[in-house]
């Protein structure tokens, strides 16, 4: 029986949507299983529409498992699941933008980060860990100031507990300091090939450097 309450201090039903999309995780790692000493992306729908992230890495056994819409509090309850099996070398994470749009404060984000790091660290270890700063986009341009402060709040809590914070935020904004629609898809919120070859070369720097390449 599911606990009343979630380990990220939601309640239970508040998860529930996603059970399905953990269910298929482990039934793909039945059918082929995942490979091993690999780096773990985790997050929200920009990790899982990274459809290029084996090509984009090669040299690195990678394993991904983003679920779109997700809040960080989801890859806080569903860690055991999403970390566990898989014993990783590393952990990159992305989300953070859809708990600033579903209302939560950039104070509550920093937060269900600061209980996801420990619930990593509880089934990885002292792995190395980087967290991808949340993105500007086009389609949420009103949450520019709540996204700044949520990064600047993530940053000093993933200084705190031993964890790269990657800015991709700032690359990703235009000379007029709003998001570049050079990176994004047609929707204005995900990103476009640009984007994810954006993303791979500060994800490939932060790689060599941890010497995971």
């Given at each position: 029986m599911l606990d009343q309450v979630s380990p990220s201090g939601g309640e239970v039903a508040e998860f529930i949507e996603w059970q399905s999309e953990i269910a298929v995780f482990a039934a793909i790692d039945r059918l082929a299983p995942p490979p091993v000493d690999a780096v773990l992306f985790v997050g929200s729908s920009s990790i899982r529409l990274w459809h290029t992230l084996a090509a984009d890495f090669p040299d690195v056994p990678t394993i991904n498992r983003g679920f779109g819409g997700s809040e960080i509090a989801d890859s806080v309850y569903f860690a055991e699941q999403l970390v566990a099996p898989y014993r990783p070398r590393a952990i990159v994470m992305y989300a953070?933008?859809?708990?600033?749009?579903?209302?939560?404060?950039?104070?509550?984000?920093?937060?269900?980060?600061?209980?996801?790091?420990?619930?990593?660290?509880?089934?990885?270890?002292?792995?190395?860990?980087?967290?991808?700063?949340?993105?500007?986009?086009?389609?949420?341009?009103?949450?520019?100031?709540?996204?700044?402060?949520?990064?600047?709040?993530?940053?000093?809590?993933?200084?705190?507990?031993?964890?790269?914070?990657?800015?991709?935020?700032?690359?990703?904004?235009?000379?007029d300091g709003e998001a570049d629609p050079r990176w994004f898809d047609d929707d204005g919120l995900h990103l476009n090939a640009e984007g994810y070859a954006l993303w791979t070369g500060v994800v490939r720097d932060w790689m060599a450097k941890r010497r995971l390449m």
């Open positions: 953070g933008g859809n708990d600033l749009a579903d209302g939560k404060s950039p104070e509550q984000v920093r937060d269900a980060f600061r209980a996801f790091v420990a619930q990593a660290r509880r089934w990885a270890g002292e792995v190395p860990f980087a967290y991808l700063s949340i993105k500007p986009n086009l389609s949420r341009r009103r949450q520019l100031p709540l996204i700044r402060r949520a990064n600047a709040l993530i940053r000093t809590c993933a200084d705190e507990r031993g964890v790269d914070f990657l800015d991709i935020h700032s690359p990703m904004l235009g000379a």
